[in-house]
């Protein structure tokens, strides 16, 4: 399997569980970032790991999300405390170090979050 | 964040190019421009990118304009399966990569 893995691909759950995503990226991509996109809207950057370190938040990921890539491999998104405005698609995506030169990102199916 | 501007909706038909605009007014210098495609119940793909240059690939061409405020993605025939959302997106630096600042997209409808 050459391409980005997401799992579960749908998900719901009730107001107030807490709820986590795994991500498998490219496995010789070193970058991953997190998105997040509600209905009929374009994605919205979350957060980004080069390799283990998480370098970059968005405002957007409050004290109730929390990302991690121990080992610089897959990489898991918590969101506790779950509220229906978190109902959205997350996407991961990698892309490869640098020096390549379109620094493209390769995104996964997602997975769908519903909150009831 | 710079931002992008895109029509929400276009239509063409099969086997016709399709010239999908984006406005960019408030592209730095330095800004890379990208074009992704989702197609329904998938992530986002990759489709073309540019600097300042008109460029080509096998998916599409894209043509930007000499002040930089504003491209246009070509898909010289379009079939069945380029019906998708098409985002016209900025690369913004951010610590070691590129964050792609996605805008709300065309609707591209192609009728058979």
């Known amino acids: 399997d050459t391409g980005v893995s997401q799992d579960p691909r749908h998900k719901i759950t009730k107001r107030g569980q807490n709820v986590t995503f795994r991500c498998d990226p490219i496995?010789?991509?070193?970058?991953l970032y997190w998105y997040r996109q509600t209905l009929g809207q374009g994605p919205e950057f979350l957060t980004y790991f080069q390799n283990e370190a998480q370098l970059e938040k968005s405002r957007l990921l409050s004290d109730r999300f929390s990302a991690e890539r121990p080992k610089g491999s897959f990489s898991t998104l918590e969101i506790q405390r779950t509220e229906q405005g978190d109902s959205a698609m997350y996407l991961c995506?990698?892309?490869?170090?640098?020096?390549?030169?379109?620094?493209?990102?390769?995104f996964g199916p997602g997975t769908r979050l519903t909150v009831t | 964040d710079a931002k992008t501007t895109q029509p929400n909706s276009m239509e063409s038909n099969e086997e016709e190019p399709v010239h999908l605009p984006c406005n960019h007014s408030t592209i730095s210098g330095t800004d890379y421009i990208h074009w992704y495609r989702q197609l329904p119940s998938q992530g986002p793909e990759y489709v073309i990118h540019?600097?300042?240059s008109n460029v080509n690939n096998r998916m599409a061409s894209l043509a930007i304009a000499e002040d930089r405020k504003s491209s246009t993605l070509i898909l010289h025939r379009a079939t069945l399966r380029d019906a998708a959302v098409y985002y016209c997106i900025l690369r913004v630096p951010i610590q070691g990569a590129q964050k792609l600042v996605f805008g709300q997209g065309t609707r591209l409808t192609i009728n058979p």
């Open positions: 540019g600097l300042t």
């Open positions: 496995s010789e991509h070193n970058r």
């Open positions: 995506a990698s892309s490869e170090p640098s020096g390549t030169p379109a620094y493209e990102q390769y």
